[in-house]
Structure formats: structure tokens, C-alpha cells
């Protein structure tokens, strides 16, 4: 159905983010004084249109939310037509509301954050451009206009890991950052390639359908056909959400300024891989296969990001870790198919609350630190940092599934969802999902007690502060956010909201069962254990030895060591040969031919140079003449 | 309006202007410049007031011209357009009156690379202005010849400008360069040169491609006159192997030169391939599709992984050149509407993508006099600009979504996926590479602390910023915008398809669809 009102608008969505990173890139130095606020108000803006969509959608009955907006044709190439087109359903303004939300408070946090950065202007150029580009990935109709959002939202995030780029590391994070997800992207662009071939169309509704009496062209392609959309879809997602065993980039990407992390790099563009199955669920479920490699690589994800958040001392690191490990349990919760689809999306929601707000209280940390990221030179902070010890310790609580709070709904109705898929797969499954909990129990209970309690280790020329009001009502915002989305999202009409979209399965949430119980008490453990190494005990300045798993998770898990002795050096020998046989041989044989020809023993390199012009002048003129004579004797 | 003889013009303005410029007297080298930036400007003009007038679905070829030329031997002064020309025509005309101001000021020395303890003699400077008139009006005339020998006679006559630009205006190993450029080129002439006098021989005695239409030609025969074709169009495109020419060429020219060289002189081998090679010996094409492909992907690949490789900027350049080459090839023997299409719309991108590519990439060495990779470092820090500029082109370069290059890789891919699953899947390898060439060449050059040679860099003059600027705001244009160009390469393909009688092939759905 056609949208109407503030919807058929949705392209403002995209062009005021868009026109912000316009003129703030173009515009130069000329733009440095208000450019910070010119770029939050373009996020804000977007916000408020994307509320005024949404409060007009509800507005509408179940199978009317699906409107689309048509804004011009792309090509047409012999019968492959591609448009332009927006697509704004629940699952869309759901996205939409997140990271023009979350993207809001973190441009106005920036504006603190980056007060006093020369560079300051480019920063929120760059975050506009993301804004614009995260948009358009969610908005598009097709598989198409996807990827370039896809692709923009890589580009902004290499621009802004590299924000610092004088710094070698920041510069070489980020292009790791970019290249591995082109080996994800090299997937996508496959799995579209794929979908042309058997469908003759990307478009959404034409392959998905447009809800219950719409099928898609889906329902009519084999089995492993499916499976091969599936899969490829798969490695893109894996790219974007840094999953196994695409996951090196996210680790090294923290890097970039803490806001970015937080927007980027937790809050919305990682999700991007849990969004591309959740809405390409009609091709999951055409492919057990597919849906079953997802939730392996889900749960084999939130351990590895589990285990490596819990040796990180870098407080980003940590953080990063966890990351990984949440989008895990979406990712595996995306792979259970509609069971989890809801489940998937709502702790994507609330962790983009909680997730944004624990990286934006690292921000505040390190800003009162001046930017060291080590918790080990940390301690005691939360007598000097209130605003940000009770924000940061209500994240916590959130991520760690505390009773009430965000986590504890939806991260349990993930857990639940996997044992409920039945089977040996979805004990193995469920049992991943228990004991990340424990494990996210620890790690996050080690950041806290490390940050904010314990005895003061700090520099003695650090004077930690509390940071200023730009930055805590953000950080308010998003701790309310962490608190209350959990519950409002599971216990209330979101599942419901969603349905026409993802599916009508039932989405009851039980307040005891027995995988609640022992997540409860695993959650329990997990943070005694660590109450007990780094609550109880004093954190040593220098970092110990560790046993070989703490050494292997410092290490990421070897996450680089087996893609530098698998890729790196086999591709640098590879290219050294290349460069050597393309000069040696294949232009040394030229080169050979040619002096033969020229019925010399050198080399053409060492010939006179005069005597090889007017050679190669006179077998010019030589074919001249030899042409005029041909023809004259045909003639 | 249509019976104005526009392409006649647009080939005679530059020419004549190139000996207008050549005669003019020595010392007045700033009035050669700007003579020469004139004639190239109104012939850009002429050509987008000639493109207003361009039926887009109407008559295959468009402001047809045709005269006797050697009538004895059937031979024509035959012009005319179809979409494609069109395209590359317009490319080529934008491009050359901004290669003349980027080159405004360093034409005469080497393009600013200098040798170890060589100092570089200054040239003439309205020789150099004068050889890229001259090249105009053949790039014109190459791809509006609508006659087989006078597409013959301008594919020749080029060497002679680009022989002089290498060998003249080069780097120190200019003439080890020009020579070799010189030799590969005269190798292929020569070999199109016996196909197109057997065409003659064998054919109806016309070289009017009007006429060629349907030749009824014996297979082996057909297949040998392909390969005549083919081989000169594979090396001046270049593929590998025939391509070793092209770095040395790129090595040693001078980044003006090197824009119409790699950006507009290679399509011609691309072009061939698309309008001589498969609309004159359409079965012979069919017959060697296997190989071409194969070829072409391994262009794609091995070119990307040279590209890797190398340490001289404009070699490096010219590496990812022979990478999209290989996508172009793929495209066009792929056979279906998206993959010619994208390949079509491919050498157009290409043209204003590596255009802009070379053009930064002699802004540096100007600057730097030296093009290798490692005598820069941290320019972002000095010339944002600049580094801007780089980025913006090295991202058409690896085919970021939004810049125009996407979309023809976009289409070479999935066009090429639908007939030979494998090929396309080998070559969507190069996206990855080409993610790796670029962003590691802009880290070494622009990110990281500033180089003390580099820390005193200007930003873009305004005389660059001229040059750029609208380049990239074509990029950018077409990747957002793509229909306008691909309405008009779209029927010209269907044409090509239709005379190799070749159809896209039918989706699974729409097969399993026409079963009960």
C-alpha cells in the first residue's frame, strides 16, 4: 500500500542527515562554529519525523502498517527494473525510532565529548553520514538499496574508526575494519546475484510477500536454493555484526572516539546482520539448513565475545567483547525463526539502550581520566562520578538480566525460545545461551567493581570529575532507556506490533520457569565469582600473568593470529610472487620475443633507444604502405 | 538539426586546432594553452548540444553521416552514434579540457617525476597541448566510425599522439616505455589489419558496418578474423597477458596523459570487442566465450592482486585499470542485458573514476616529485583537500555503493552470475582486493604523522579544485542517478544481443511459473 501523510515523507528521514553531512563536509571551516549543533539538530529532526510515522502507523489496522514509498526509478535495464523505494512497516520504524533516537542523545553527548577537538565539525559530518546510511539500510525496499546503506554505514564507520587518523593504529583499525567486511559484502552481493537469478527481481514484497494473504516468490524455489540465500546472506550478516568468523574488525574498531562505539559500534550498525535475516525470515524458513548454521554461529559467537570480555583491561575492549556476545543472542535468537524473531529484535532494542549508555559511561570515565582506558588504573570512581556510577551501574543491571530491568525480559525470552526449539539442538543451544549469562554476569561485574568500587589506583596527576550536563542527561536518558525497555517491549504490545511482519507465533513471557531460575542463579554466580576476584581483593596496577585462557582471551581468542597465518602472509607471499613473475616472466618473455623479432641478442631494455623509434617508426609506416598495397592489388 | 554533420565538426575542430596550436610561434606557450583549452571546451559544448538532440529509442545509429572515400576499395567517411558511442564520446569530451588545466602548469617536465640526479629539460609546451588536440579528435573519430577501415584508420592513427605524449613528455624510462607501448599496439594493428582486409576479401566487398550485417561467413574463417580482432582489442584493452605494456606506459606518462590514455584510448579495445568482435563474427564470439571469460577473471583477480603490489602510485593505478578491464570483458561476453549494459556504462565510470584517480595522483607528485607510495605520509594532516579528493575517487575505485562505478560492477555481476555462476563469483572476489588496494594505498599516503617531505603540501589550488570537482560531482551524480545514461546505452545493447542472438536467460521462478 502507497503511504500517505508524514509517511510518503520518508525520504525526509534520510535527506536530513544526509544534507547535514552535506554541508558540513562542503561547507569547511566556515561551518566550525555551529556545526556541532547543525548536525544534531539534522538527528533530531529525523527523530521527530520518525515519531510523528510511527504515531501515525498505530494509527492504522494489522494489515495496513505496510506502506511503501515510491521515490524514482534507478535503471531499467532490459526487464530488470530497480526503484528507489522505502518500505515503512513496524519492523522498519522500530529501527528507525532506535537509531535516530540513540543517535540523538549520542550527537548531543558528542557535543561535549568533542568540545575540544579541532576537528569537531568533520565528527558530526561523519556521524550525519551514518545516520543517513543506517536510515537507508533499514528503510529500503530492496535487497539493493539495502547494500548501498549497507555499504554507507561501512564507509562512515571506517571514516570515523580512523577519525584520529594521524595515529597509525586508529588508521589501520580502520581499514581492517572496512576489508573485512567487504569479505562479508562479497557475500551479500553473491546471495543478491543469486536472488536475481531465480527471482528476476531484489524487491522485498515481490520475494518475501507482503504479509499473511501475500506470499513472496520465496515459497516457490527448492530447498537449497534457499539454502544458498540463506547462507550468503548469513556471511554478510556475520561481516556487519562482527560474528564469528568475521568478528577480528570490532575488537581493534574501538579506536575510534567513544560516541562512535557507542552508535556504531554497539547500539545500531553491528544489529545490521540480526535485521537482514529477521527480514529475510521467509528465506530462513524455506532453509532449516541456513536457520540452523545461524544459531550455531549465534552461540558460538556469545561465548567466544563472552570469554574475551572477561580478560580485557581496556574498559572499550570489554565492552566490545560484549558486544560480540550480545548480538550472539540476537543472531541466534533470529536463527530460531519466528519463535525468536521478537525476541531478537526487542534485545536489540534494549540493548541498544543499555549497550549506547554503558559506552557513553565509559566516555564519561575516560574523559574524567584524561582518556586512559585501563580499568586497572581506574578504582573507586563512584564517590567522584555519581551521575555516571548510577547510570553505568543501571546498564549493568540491565545487561546482566537483573529481575525488571531490560535484560532480564529479553535475554531470558531468547534463552527460553532456545531450549523451547526442541530437540538436542536446542538443549545444546539453550545451554550457550545459560552459560553466557553467567559468563556476561562476571565480565560486566568485573567492569564495575574495577571502575567504579575498590580502592583508588589512579595516576597522581588524574583528578577524575564528574563530567558536564551535555554529557550525563544523555547518559539519564539512556539509563531510563535500559531500565524500562526490556519489560515495556516484551510484557507490552511490541510482539503484537511486530507480528505482521515476522510472524504470528505466541510470545508469552513466564515469569518463572526453569530456565529463568537458572539464569538467575548462573547470573548470581557469575557475579559472585567476580565480586570475589576483584570486589573482595585489591586489582593490581600491572595485570598477572593469567591462566592460558585468560591469555588467549586477551589475545581475542587468536581471532587475528589465525587470520594472519591463514590470509595475511599467504596473501603478501602470494602477491610478492605475483609482482615478481609479472615482471620476470610474463614481461620478460615479451620483452625476449620482442628483441627476437627485432633480431638483436639484447635485451630491448638495453638497445639504443633511437635505433628501436625509428625501427618501430618504419614498421608503422611499413603497415601503411602494406595496406595501400593490398588494397591496390584487390582492386 | 539532424542533418548537421556534428560529428565531422567534432573530430575537425580539435584537429584543425591541433595544428592551429602546433603553428602557433615559440614563447607564446601561454597562449597555446589557452587556445588549446578553448577548442577542447566548445567541443565539449558542441557534443552535449549534438547529445540534446538524441533519440533515445529511436534509430540504432544517430546523426549518420556518410561519404565516399576511397570508392574503389568500398571504403566510407561513415559516422554515426548508437548509445554507447554516445556515452564514451561525452566521456572523452569532458575529460580532455580537464586534463589540459591540470597539466597547465608542468606539462613541459615529465609531469614533475624527476630521476636521481637527472634535471628535467623542459619540452614543448604547445607539442604537448597540440598532441592532445590531436588525440581528441581521433578519440572521437574511433568511436563514431561506422566504416570497419576507418575505425582501422583512427585505431592506428592514435599510437602516433600517445607515442609522442610517452615518449616525449614521459619519465626518465620514457622511451623504453613508448617503444613498448609502440610495439604491443603495431603487433595487434597488424593482426586487425590482415582481418580486416580478409573481411574485405571475403565479405560483400563493403566496409560499412550497415552493410557487414549479416555476414555469411565460413565458421573456421569467421573464427579466424575473430581472433584477428580480438587479439589487437585484448591487448589495447589490456588484457592479461598481453597487458605488460600498460605499467610501463603509466610508469613513465605524464598523469594528464595518463587520464586519456587509461581512461578513454583503453575503451577502445573494450568498445571493439563490443561492437566489431560480437556484431561481425557472432558465432565466433560464441565459440570463444569460455576462454574469454576465463581470461577476463583472471584479469579481474590478478590485476587486483598486482595492484597490491606494487610501490609506484600510477603503476598501482594502472594495475587496478587491468582489474576493471577484466570486469568490462566479463561483461560483455556474459551476454545478457545487465552484463553489457554494466559493462557499457562500466568503461564510462571507468573513464571519470580512474580519470579522477590519476588526476590526484599527479597532483601529489607535483608536489612531491617523486610517485611512490612511500615518499608520502600523513597528507590528510596538511592538504584535507587534497586527501579528500583521493579518498572520494579511491572509493569510486573499489566500487562504493552511491558512487557511479557500483552500479556497472553491480550489473557485470549479477549479469554475468545468471549465465556462468562461477565466473561471477570469482570475480566478486575483487571487491575484497579492491578494498585492499585502495584503502591500503590512501593509508600510506594520507593517514598516519606527516612526513617531513610532505609537511609542506598546499591544499588544492583553485585551478585543481576546477579540475576535480566536477569529476567527482559526476561520480557522485551517476551513482545516485544512473538511469539517464543507462536509458540511452540500454537499446544499443539490446541491439548487440539481438544480433548475437543471444536472450537473457529465464529466472527459476519464471520457469517453474510456466509449468501447470
Redo the contacts between chains.
Keep these: 500500500m502507497k503511504a500517505e501523510g508524514i509517511q510518503a515523507a520518508a525520504w525526509l528521514l534520510i535527506a536530513l542527515p544526509l544534507a547535514g553531512a552535506a554541508i558540513l563536509?562542503l561547507g569547511g571551516r566556515r561551518t566550525d562554529r555551529w556545526g556541532h549543533l547543525l548536525g544534531t539538530a539534522m538527528s533530531l529532526g529525523a527523530f521527530v519525523v520518525g515519531l510523528a510515522m510511527f504515531v501515525q502507523m498505530l494509527g492504522y489496522g494489522d494489515e495496513e502498517r505496510r506502506r511503501t514509498v515510491h521515490l524514482?526509478?534507478?535503471?531499467?535495464?532490459?526487464?530488470?527494473t530497480l526503484n528507489m523505494d522505502l518500505l515503512v512497516d513496524p519492523l522498519s520504524i522500530s529501527f528507525v525510532l532506535l537509531i535516530t533516537g540513540v543517535g540523538s542523545l549520542i550527537h548531543i553527548y558528542s557535543i561535549g565529548y568533542m568540545a575540544h577537538d579541532a576537528d569537531r565539525r568533520r565528527f558530526f559530518a561523519y556521524l550525519n553520514l551514518f545516520v543517513a546510511a543506517m536510515l537507508l539500510l533499514v528503510l529500503a525496499d530492496n535487497y539493493?538499496g539495502l547494500?548501498?546503506g549497507?555499504?554507507?554505514v561501512g564507509?562512515a564507520s571506517?571514516l570515523l574508526i580512523?577519525f584520529w587518523?594521524?595515529?597509525?593504529s586508529a588508521?589501520?583499525a580502520?581499514?581492517k575494519a572496512?576489508?573485512v567486511n567487504?569479505?562479508g559484502?562479497?557475500g551479500l552481493?553473491?546471495g543478491?546475484?543469486?536472488m536475481?537469478?531465480?527471482?528476476?527481481t531484489v524487491e522485498f514484497g515481490e520475494i518475501l510477500g507482503t504479509g499473511a494473504h501475500h506470499v513472496g516468490?520465496v515459497q516457490?524455489?527448492s530447498e537449497g536454493?534457499a539454502t544458498a540465500i540463506g547462507l550468503l546472506l548469513l556471511l554478510g550478516a556475520c561481516g556487519k555484526s562482527a560474528q564469528l568468523p568475521l568478528q577480528s574488525w570490532l575488537l581493534d574498531a574501538m579506536e575510534g572516539p567513544t560516541p562512535v562505539s557507542a552508535l556504531i559500534h554497539a547500539a545500531t550498525m553491528v544489529t545490521a546482520g540480526v535485521y537482514l535475516i529477521v527480514r529475510s525470515g521467509p528465506i530462513y524458513e524455506m532453509a532449516p539448513d541456513a536457520q540452523l548454521a545461524v544459531t550455531i554461529v549465534g552461540a558460538a559467537t556469545l561465548l567466544a565475545g563472552a570469554i574475551i570480555g572477561t580478560a580485557k583491561d581496556d574498559i572499550k575492549k570489554a565492552l566490545a567483547g560484549s558486544t560480540m556476545s550480545q548480538i550472539g543472542y540476537m543472531v541466534l535468537a533470529a536463527g530460531l525463526g519466528p519463535a525468536g524473531y521478537v525476541f531478537a529484535i526487542a534485545h536489540l532494542i534494549a540493548h541498544g539502550f543499555f549497550k549506547a549508555g554503558l559506552f557513553l559511561g565509559a566516555g564519561s570515565v575516560m574523559h574524567g581520566m584524561n582518556d586512559d582506558v585501563n580499568m586497572r588504573h581506574y578504582g573507586g570512581l563512584s564517590s567522584v562520578m555519581k551521575i555516571t556510577w548510577a547510570t553505568f551501574g543501571l546498564g549493568y543491571l540491565a545487561i546482566i538480566g537483573f529481575p525488571l530491568l531490560s535484560g532480564f525480559f529479553t535475554k531470558e525470552g531468547i534463552i527460553a525460545a532456545a531450549f523451547d526449539s526442541g530437540g538436542t539442538s536446542g538443549t545444546i543451544l539453550g545451554g550457550c545461551a545459560l552459560l553466557g549469562a553467567a559468563i556476561t554476569a562476571y565480565y560486566m561485574s568485573r567492569v564495575m567493581f574495577m571502575t567504579f568500587h575498590g580502592q583508588r589506583r589512579w595516576e597522581e596527576d588524574v583528578h577524575p570529575h564528574e563530567s558536564p550536563a551535555v554529557m550525563t542527561v544523555p547518559l539519564i536518558l539512556l539509563a531510563v532507556g535500559s531500565v524500562g525497555a526490556g519489560a515495556f517491549l516484551v510484557l507490552g504490545p511490541f510482539g503484537h506490533f511486530l507480528e505482521p511482519v515476522v510472524g504470528g507465533e505466541e510470545h508469552e513471557f513466564h515469569w518463572i520457569s526453569a530456565p529463568g531460575v537458572a539464569a538467575f542463579v548462573l547470573m548470581l554466580a557469575g557475579a559472585a565469582i567476580a565480586w570475589l576476584q576483584y570486589g573482595a581483593r585489591p586489582v593490581p596496577r600491572q595485570a598477572p600473568r593469567g591462566s592460558f585462557v585468560t591469555v588467549a582471551a586477551r589475545k581475542d581468542l587468536y581471532g587475528d593470529a589465525i587470520n594472519e597465518s591463514l590470509l595475511m602472509r599467504p596473501g603478501q607471499w602470494?602477491?610478492?610472487l605475483?609482482?615478481f613473475f609479472?615482471n620476470k616472466g610474463?614481461?620478460g618473455i615479451?620483452n625476449g620475443l620482442?628483441a627476437l623479432i627485432g633480431g638483436t641478442s639484447g635485451r630491448?631494455?638495453r638497445l639504443q633507444?633511437g635505433f628501436?623509434?625509428s625501427y618501430?617508426l618504419s614498421?608503422?609506416f611499413g603497415?601503411a604502405v602494406?595496406?595501400a598495397a593490398?588494397?591496390a592489388v584487390?582492386? | 538539426m539532424n542533418d548537421f554533420p556534428w560529428l565531422s565538426v567534432l573530430i575537425a575542430v580539435p584537429a584543425v586546432g591541433a595544428l592551429l596550436v602546433a603553428l602557433l610561434p615559440r614563447g607564446k606557450d601561454e597562449l597555446a594553452k589557452r587556445v588549446a583549452l578553448g577548442l577542447s571546451s566548445l567541443v565539449a559544448v558542441l557534443a552535449f548540444v549534438m547529445a540534446a538532440g538524441f533519440e533515445t529509442g529511436g534509430a540504432r545509429h544517430q546523426f549518420e553521416e556518410t561519404y565516399d572515400w576511397i570508392p574503389a576499395f568500398g571504403v566510407h567517411w561513415a559516422l554515426g552514434v548508437d548509445g554507447v558511442a554516445l556515452t564514451l564520446i561525452l566521456m572523452s569530451v569532458v575529460l580532455v579540457p580537464l586534463v589540459m588545466l591540470a597539466s597547465w602548469n608542468d606539462a613541459e617536465r615529465y609531469g614533475g617525476v624527476v630521476a636521481e640526479g637527472e634535471r628535467a629539460p623542459a619540452r614543448s609546451v604547445k607539442g604537448y597541448f597540440a598532441l592532445i588536440l590531436a588525440l581528441e579528435a581521433m578519440m572521437v573519430g574511433v568511436f563514431a566510425a561506422t566504416d570497419v577501415f576507418l575505425f582501422y584508420v583512427f585505431f592506428e592513427a592514435m599510437l602516433v599522439p600517445v607515442y609522442f605524449l610517452i615518449g616525449h613528455y614521459g619519465g626518465p624510462q620514457r622511451s623504453y616505455a613508448a617503444v613498448k607501448f609502440l610495439l604491443y599496439s603495431l603487433l595487434g594493428g597488424l593482426l586487425m589489419l590482415v582481418a580486416v582486409i580478409a573481411l574485405y576479401v571475403q565479405g560483400p566487398n563493403t566496409f560499412l558496418m550497415s552493410e557487414l550485417g549479416d555476414l555469411d561467413l565460413d565458421p573456421t574463417v569467421a573464427k579466424w578474423l575473430f581472433l584477428g580482432f580480438f587479439v589487437a582489442f585484448a591487448i589495447k584493452a589490456p588484457m592479461v597477458p598481453l597487458h605488460t605494456w600498460l605499467p610501463d606506459a603509466a610508469g613513465q606518462a605524464p598523469a594528464g596523459a595518463l587520464v586519456l590514455i587509461v581512461g578513454v584510448l583503453d575503451k577502445v579495445g573494450t568498445y571493439g570487442m563490443m561492437r566489431f568482435c560480437l556484431e561481425l563474427f557472432p558465432e565466433a564470439s560464441k565459440w570463444a566465450t569460455p576462454v574469454v571469460v576465463t581470461f577476463a577473471v583472471i584479469s579481474v583477480i590478478y590485476g587486483a592482486i598486482l595492484a597490491i603490489g606494487q610501490v609506484d602510485l600510477k603503476r598501482l593505478v594502472a594495475y587496478t585499470s587491468i582489474s576493471h578491464f577484466g570486469f568490462i570483458v566479463l561483461g560483455i561476453f556474459a551476454m545478457t542485458s545487465q552484463g553489457q549494459a554494466g559493462a557499457a556504462l562500466y568503461m564510462v565510470n571507468h573513464g571519470f573514476a580512474t580519470g579522477a584517480l590519476f588526476l590526484v595522483v599527479g597532483f601529489l607528485i607535483v608536489r612531491r616529485g617523486s610517485a611512490r607510495v612511500d615518499a608520502f605520509g600523513g597528507v590528510q594532516k596538511v592538504a584535507p583537500l587534497l586527501a579528500g579528493a583521493f579518498l572520494i575517487s579511491g572509493l569510486a575505485g573499489l566500487s562504493l555503493p552511491g558512487l557511479a562505478p557500483f552500479v556497472s560492477e553491480f550489473l557485470v555481476i549479477i549479469g554475468t552470475f545468471a549465465r556462468y555462476e562461477a565466473a561471477a563469483v570469482f570475480a566478486a572476489l575483487g571487491i575484497v582486493l579492491a578494498a585492499i588496494y585502495i584503502l591500503w594505498m590512501y593509508q600510506r599516503t594520507m593517514n598516519g604523522p606527516t612526513a617531513e617531505a610532505v609537511a609542506g603540501f598546499k591544499d588544492l589550488s583553485r585551478r585543481e579544485l576546477v579540475v576535480i570537482a566536477p569529476i567527482l560531482a559526476v561520480i557522485v551524480a551517476l551513482g545516485f542517478f544512473p538511469k539517464p545514461a543507462l536509458d540511452v546505452i540500454d537499446p544499443s545493447v539490446q541491439q548487440t544481443l539481438s544480433r548475437v542472438q543471444m536472450s537473457d536467460p529465464t529466472t527459476t521462478v519464471a520457469e517453474k511459473g510456466a509449468r501447470p
Design positions: 563536509l524514482y526509478e534507478w535503471f531499467t535495464v532490459g526487464d530488470f539493493v547494500f548501498i549497507w555499504e554507507g564507509l571506517y580512523g587518523q594521524f595515529k597509525p588508521a589501520t580502520a581499514k572496512f576489508v567487504r569479505v559484502d562479497l552481493v553473491i543478491i546475484a543469486l536475481f537469478a531465480t527471482f528476476g516468490a516457490q524455489i536454493t602470494l602477491t610478492r605475483a609482482v609479472d610474463v614481461d615479451v620482442a630491448v631494455r633507444t628501436v623509434r618501430a614498421m608503422f603497415a602494406v595496406v593490398l588494397l584487390n582492386a
